[in-house]
């Protein structure tokens, strides 16, 4: 990447979060007025719904999702199967409130218990939505899942509003655009809208969001304005050292690894102390994980911590261990243990 293609990249980021934190409230511009959230009366045509992001493995789905709130609630990999269960975003502004809902990945072959638990999670996201994102990978060809997952919202549309994310536009050659527009195209009879966006450099991200607010059914605020994820602080933790399995770990070990947060507690001088279990399914996975000299284990704890404590504004303490646990991701019991059924 050339240095004035990042700093692009950044000036858009910058401005998107500038943007959310003036609208929200949140760091109130200088001189401007902060929004009083406990007396202001919501207007009579505040808007609110739930927005699904549905599409296959890893065409962005959960960047999307963070670069729409400004923040981010969901954590992303360059590996597909990323997000296990569904995650809510939650933008709260004055005029609506807008509940994102990332899912799993949808494809035709799930493997193994959990795999069947995560499609069916994502499915079951479809028919509880206002309004749907279908996200596609625009920089590839359409896939057959692409097809199974249009057929799968064609009997949603009539009722609720399909929103065609073409993602990954930065990775688009222009002389194949066009062809590639019309591939994807087919796949949706005239009924969907459809928006290209480069979710991680949030071209066309904030033109998304106007869109579909303005497709918002009339309704209450769900949740309180300063709530961002359904997810609580033990889930957050979870996950995100699991993204650091996922970071620094190959082939089928971030696959096998799932965390289990035992304690999650703030200490008098205002640290959290955090104690949690790193699961793989073999003894090999284990020496991965933990490494020569424990380094690889102290490089995904530390990860987790250093964002953790930016998230919460404290000091985290976090003590991580492996266990093997054969076959998890086949056992129901299991499964349930880590809320993922
Ligand atoms: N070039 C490019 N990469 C993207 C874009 N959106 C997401 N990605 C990358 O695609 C990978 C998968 O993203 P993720 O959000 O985890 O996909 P999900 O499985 O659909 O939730 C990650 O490496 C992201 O950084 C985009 O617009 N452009
Ligand atoms: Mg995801």
Not at 43 to 64: C, M, Q, W, Y
Not at 130 to 146: G, N, R, Y
Not at 153 to 172: H, R, S, Y
Not at 252 to 260: G, I, Q, S, T
């Amino acid at each position: 990447m050339t240095e004035k293609e990042t700093s692009d990249i950044n000036q858009e980021s910058l401005e998107l979060i500038k943007t959310f934190l003036s609208e929200t409230g949140a760091t109130p511009e200088v001189g401007g007025d902060a929004l009083d959230w406990h007396t202001e009366p919501l207007p009579e045509d505040h808007r609110s719904g739930f927005i699904a992001l549905i599409g296959r493995p890893n065409v962005g789905k959960s960047t999307l999702l963070n670069a729409l709130l400004g923040q981010k609630v969901s954590i992303v990999s360059k590996k597909p199967q990323t997000t296990r269960q569904r995650v809510q975003g939650i933008l709260t502004l004055p005029t609506y409130q807008a509940i994102f809902i990332d899912t799993p990945g949808i494809h035709a072959r799930p493997h193994l218990r959990i795999g069947e638990r995560m499609v069916e999670s994502a499915v079951s996201a479809i028919p509880e939505a206002d309004i749907i994102l279908f996200v596609v990978d625009v920089s590839v060809a359409p896939h057959e899942d692409d097809q199974r997952i249009a057929a799968l919202l064609a009997g949603k549309a009539p009722e609720c509003p399909v929103i065609f994310v073409l993602n990954k536009m930065d990775q688009l050659q222009l002389e194949e655009a066009e062809e590639r527009i019309e591939a994807y195209w087919a796949l949706l009879p005239s009924y969907a809208d459809s928006m290209p966006t480069s979710a991680t450099r949030g071209t066309n991200v904030l033109k998304l969001r106007e869109h579909l607010v303005a497709q918002l059914p009339l309704g209450p605020r769900y949740y309180p304005h300063h709530q961002v994820t359904d997810q609580t602080d033990r889930q957050i933790a979870a996950e995100l050292i699991r993204e650091g399995v996922l970071r620094y770990t190959h082939q089928e070990v971030p696959h096998a690894a799932a965390v289990l947060i035992n304690e999650y507690e703030e200490h008098e001088n205002h640290v959290i102390y955090i104690d949690a279990t790193l699961w793989v399914e073999r003894e090999s996975q284990k020496g991965i994980v933990i490494g020569k000299q424990g380094q690889m284990l102290k490089k995904i704890g530390a990860a987790a911590r250093q964002q953790l404590e930016r998230m919460l504004g404290q000091r985290v303490y976090l003590d991580l261990y492996v266990k093997v646990r054969t076959k998890w991701r086949e056992r129901e019991q299991d499964l349930r243990e880590l809320g993922l059924t």
